[in-house]
């Protein structure tokens, strides 16, 4: 079963250009996390979202989670060759002791 | 700034073969965990750990797969007979176990690659 469904899988861009990546779901979450692999290295956690509706901005980035908290996206402003990487969501401790995450989005920034 | 720290980097092995990885978790996490992307596919989940003993598992951590905290400080996945499919990085990570905003804490991962 796929928890989580994130797009688009893949992404091309040129530096200095804006993009979003969302991350989308059948259920109702508690809370929502994003992180960050770059190539060669283990994901880091970018932010946490908890309450339907919330905005979080990060530099550059911008997180929204949805009002009925099923969904959510990253908007990336000016992007730059350091924001390549792949881009993965997670519901919060939704089930269990795990994190579960979904497939990614793959993000290359050409410069 | 705390880290959690991974070894080998990269192993090469021959199938059947046992293969150990190991993991330092943070040291003060009480969570501990491993998952694994074949490449070029998504993270998945394979094993939590807690109070030493698995708290969950995936489809995927059969018979073959073990977790052991041998001592205070490691973490250890074993695969007791490897196989070509094993191939893939196998990240260590650790939380402190703080539900809903709670971070997990990566290491750069062990590439397995299974000949």
């Known amino acids: 079963t796929q928890l989580l469904e994130q797009s688009p899988q893949f992404l091309s861009i040129q530096e200095g250009e804006n993009l979003t990546v969302y991350c989308n779901s059948s259920?109702?979450?508690?809370?929502l996390q994003w992180y960050r692999q770059e190539p060669g290295e283990g994901p880091v956690l970018l932010v946490t979202?908890?309450?339907?509706?919330e905005v979080k901005k990060l530099k550059r980035l911008t997180f929204q989670f949805g009002d009925a908290r099923k969904d959510s996206s990253l908007h990336i402003t000016a992007a730059q060759p350091g924001d390549t990487g792949l881009y993965l969501c997670?519901?919060?401790?939704?089930?269990?002791?795990?994190?579960?995450f979904g497939a990614g989005t793959i993000l290359r920034v050409k410069s | 700034e705390p880290e959690v720290t991974q070894t080998p980097s990269h192993q090469v092995t021959q199938m059947g073969q046992e293969v150990i990885l190991r993991c330092v978790p943070i040291?003060?996490?009480?969570?501990f965990y491993w998952y694994r992307q074949i490449l070029g596919q998504k993270v998945e989940f394979l094993v939590s750990?807690?109070?030493?003993?698995?708290?969950?598992k995936s489809e995927i951590f059969d018979d073959q797969f073990s977790v052991e905290r041998p001592d205070g400080s490691n973490f250890t996945l074993k695969i007791r007979s490897t196989k070509l499919e094993d191939s893939a990085m196998y990240f260590c990570?650790?939380?402190?176990?703080?539900?809903?905003?709670?971070?997990?804490?990566f290491g750069e991962g062990s590439r397995l690659t299974v000949l």
């Open positions: 990570a650790s939380s402190d176990g703080q539900y809903v905003t709670g971070e997990l804490f």
């Open positions: 259920s109702v979450f508690s809370s």
């Open positions: 979202v908890v309450t339907g509706g």
């Open positions: 997670a519901p919060g401790w939704e089930y269990g002791n795990k994190l579960v």
């Open positions: 040291s003060n996490h009480l969570y």
């Open positions: 750990f807690y109070n030493n003993e698995i708290s969950e």
